[in-house]
């Protein structure tokens, strides 16, 4: 970059300090500007120390849910010392100071574990986020079980982005809580966030397909039984099987895995749906008059499917 040195008398080329926003001339070191606002991107490199200019961004990502932004101070110890009397005097006095967000940023670490736990990916746990600081809004849900509530929320979130988990699977990462808990602070999110916008919450139509290839992978099922499954979970939507998806989706998976090479005894797949053994047998006894049409021809044939004994 060259501009013209008044102490030169030419046109020369100048340095741009970063650090100090100088712009110095490379001939004589006269500074021709000063205070200089860098407008480049905000990122640093470790040319020297790496051998590369990969870039690193400087600080984390503010959260518009936190009234600043999530940016903070954080005072530690030196070098894991205990003996710095100033620096744990200013510890001490940072955490007896009053932080609004406290509460919020604890709520959102909880639903962070919760959802790396259950391998939610981000959108679903921003969702929940949200859904939680309009709870807490409205101030109303203090003397109630917070873990049943962040965990309702998380179910919330699931449900809204088209993800859905079942409430066992969430019950299993809520810290106690239980699906009781969980299905009443549920119904009280949902009914302060319609008083809250005046209209009712879309929380999603769940289906069996939506659980299907969860459940039939921690079966350890191949692709081809997973394929049929999936096809025969579908085809049942026809008919008018009074059950609930979850239970709808366990006895499929049971039918097609006896129509198989790999059966799985009911018990199994109890244990990799969260439904009831009992609620299994009784969902397939719903199922059976309707086999012939559900189960894909390609994967199994009349003979086989008369064959199939009741769980």
Known sequence: ??????????????VFDHSAGDMVC????????????DETSEWRT?????????????GGPSNPLLSDGGLSTVISKPNGTTSDFLT?????????????????????KAIGVMSDRLGLVATIKDRANEIYKKVEDQKSSRGRNQDAILAACLY???????????????????????????????????????LEMGQSVEMGTIHAGDFMRRFCSNLGMTNQTVKAAQEAVKK????????????????VIYIVTQLSDEKKPVKDV????????GTIRNSFKDLYPHLSKIIPNWYAQGQDLKNISSP
Request: charged share 30%; with cysteine; glycine share 6%.
């Open 26 to 37: 490379s001939e004589c070191g006269l500074v021709l500007e000063s205070h200089s606002i």
């Open 236 to 251: 049942s939507e026809e008919f008018d099987i009074r059950r609930s998806p979850i239970s709808i989706a366990a006895a």
């Open 46 to 58: 470790f040319a020297n120390e790496s051998g590369d200019n990969d870039p690193n961004r400087v």
């Open 156 to 194: 919330i979130a699931c449900r809204q982005e088209d993800k859905p988990r079942t409430v066992k699977e969430i019950c299993s990462v809520a810290n106690g809580a239980t699906k009781k808990e969980i299905g009443r602070a549920k119904e009280y999110i949902v009914k302060q966030l319609e």
């Open 88 to 108: 744990s005097s200013l510890g001490r006095w940072q955490n007896r100071g009053s932080n609004s967000d406290r509460s919020l940023i604890l709520a959102f």
């Open 270 to 277: 109890s244990l990799a749906t969260g439904v009831a053994e």
């Open 1 to 14: 970059m060259d501009a013209y040195c008044s102490d030169c008398k030419k046109s020369t080329e100048v």
